[in-house]
């Protein structure tokens, strides 16, 4: 120990020799380092305040993690565990600078011991790869006492190949506090199967026991996910939830916030049937806590959720064959404060041909033909302020304005495709020619 001129021809060696050593003196700290080569240990696991640190790409360690102690770090190293060898996690594990590959499994299982432990996982600056079944980043069990779960990742890069029902973050028991923070991060998910099974979540779950008290804070920023079709142009049967929980058991506590901020999701080589769901089918109270702001999607014609708030901010319909209709259910909001929006600004048309016409709250645009004089009349309706009215004359006679007060009275409109621009600041209109 402490000898570089004789190491440990093993990493469980060099761990078996500091729990010695220290005895019960577990909050000594201690680093493991772990030279160049490849090290293949059955298991291995964590003890309270030991770090291990590898020398970088040139340490491949071939094991089963196992977090049952901590806090514990393991850094600069490939990590590569077979099917099944995912981390069961019930105590603080930090990870950052890894290439961790997954033969097959759920990556990291937070809150899988018999009492009540605090499973903590922070990722950083690492690549986590995840292939075949069920191809999940994490899962938050929590279904053994855990009265708080904590789930972390900043500038990750997470692949899952070979997935039929993928997930980034499942819930499937909550007891206490469940966080998950995803920001900075490119997630890419590749599922397989033309007909998806029934839980295919991004993020959340079916079936959720949750048991009051509990709490949910969960927010996922400036992300992009791209999600692959496996079977190009095939339909799905069943569709994608980008964000949902739903409960089996309704609890008596309410959750705090479910964010998602500032992402990009990108649909890729699915078929305009793609339905993507987000809060379709939450089951407790307050139904609206699920919030997605300003993000984009890509690649499917129809999203639905409930409530108004989980239908996203920004959309475009799918890029393989241009079809679908858009509809803007809520607005994005520019940092400004401006309407942000791409392809245009469209909206309706009020077509009038008679002699005189009122100003009314569902009129933008408003297109006239009159054939003899003709009146628009403005009144100082409280439901105007704002509103901006585009006046065309496309008729052979003239259309003059009648407001309650300001300087748009009086004004005439000629004939022949002439305009004009009205808004109203609260009590009086204006007129921009």
């Not at 402490?2 to 093993?10: C, G, L, N, R, S």
């Not at 030279?35 to 030991?50: H, K």
């Not at 009314?360 to 009159?370: G, K």
């Not at 300001?406 to 005439?412: D, L, N, P």
């Amino acid at each position: 120990m402490q000898d570089e001129k004789h190491p440990f021809a093993t990493i469980n060696g060099a761990l078996a020799a500091i729990v010695a050593f220290r005895g019960v003196n577990v909050g000594q700290r201690w680093r493991i380092i772990v030279r160049p080569g490849v090290y293949n240990e059955v298991s291995i696991t964590t003890e309270p305040n030991v770090d291990i640190i590898g020398s970088g790409s040139t340490t491949q360690i071939n094991t089963i993690l196992v977090a049952q102690n901590g806090p514990s770090t393991i850094a600069n190293a490939v990590i590569v565990s077979p099917s099944g060898g995912g981390v069961a996690v019930d105590a603080t594990l930090i990870v950052h600078d890894v290439l961790w590959t997954f033969a097959s499994s759920t990556a990291f299982l937070l809150g899988t011991g018999a009492s009540v432990l605090t499973p903590i996982v922070q990722i950083r600056d690492s690549q986590i790869q995840v292939q075949g079944d069920p191809g999940n980043l994490a899962s938050i069990v929590g279904d053994n006492g855990t009265g708080l779960s904590v789930f972390r990742a900043d500038n990750i890069r997470f692949i899952s190949t070979g997935a039929s029902e993928p997930s980034i973050v499942t819930l499937v028991n909550a007891v206490g506090t469940s966080t998950v923070d995803i920001r900075n991060s490119l997630l890419e998910i590749t599922p397989t199967l033309a007909v998806l099974p029934l839980d295919t979540f991004l993020y959340g779950g079916r079936s959720i026991v949750l048991e009051p008290p509990f709490d949910l804070v969960w927010s996922i920023e400036n992300s992009v996910h791209n999600i692959t079709n496996g079977n190009p142009g095939g339909a799905l049967a069943v569709s994608i939830t980008v964000v949902d929980f739903e409960s089996t058991v309704v609890a008596a506590a309410t959750p705090t916030q479910c964010l998602v901020h500032g992402c990009t999701f990108n649909f890729l080589a699915f078929s305009d049937t793609a339905v993507i769901r987000s809060a379709a089918n939450l089951n407790f109270a307050p139904a609206n806590f699920i919030q997605l702001l300003d993000n984009s999607w890509l690649g499917t014609t129809t999203l639905t959720g409930n409530p108004t708030s989980s239908v996203p901010s920004t959309y475009v319909p799918n890029a393989l064959t241009g079809a679908g209709t858009v509809s803007v259910v809520q607005e994005s909001v520019s940092p400004s404060g401006s309407l942000a929006t791409t392809g245009g600004f469209q909206t309706g048309v009020t077509n009038v041909a008679g002699p005189s016409y009122p100003v009314s709250d569902s009129d933008t645009v408003i297109s006239w033909a009159p054939t003899a004089p003709a009146t628009l009349y403005l009144t100082a309706n409280v439901l105007f302020t704002g509103k901006w009215i585009t006046l065309f004359n496309r008729g052979t006679s003239t259309i003059t304005i009648n407001a309650v007060s300001g300087t748009a009275s009086g004004v005439v409109v000629a004939a022949g495709g002439k305009g004009l621009f009205l808004s109203l600041d609260g009590t009086t209109w204006m007129v921009m020619i």
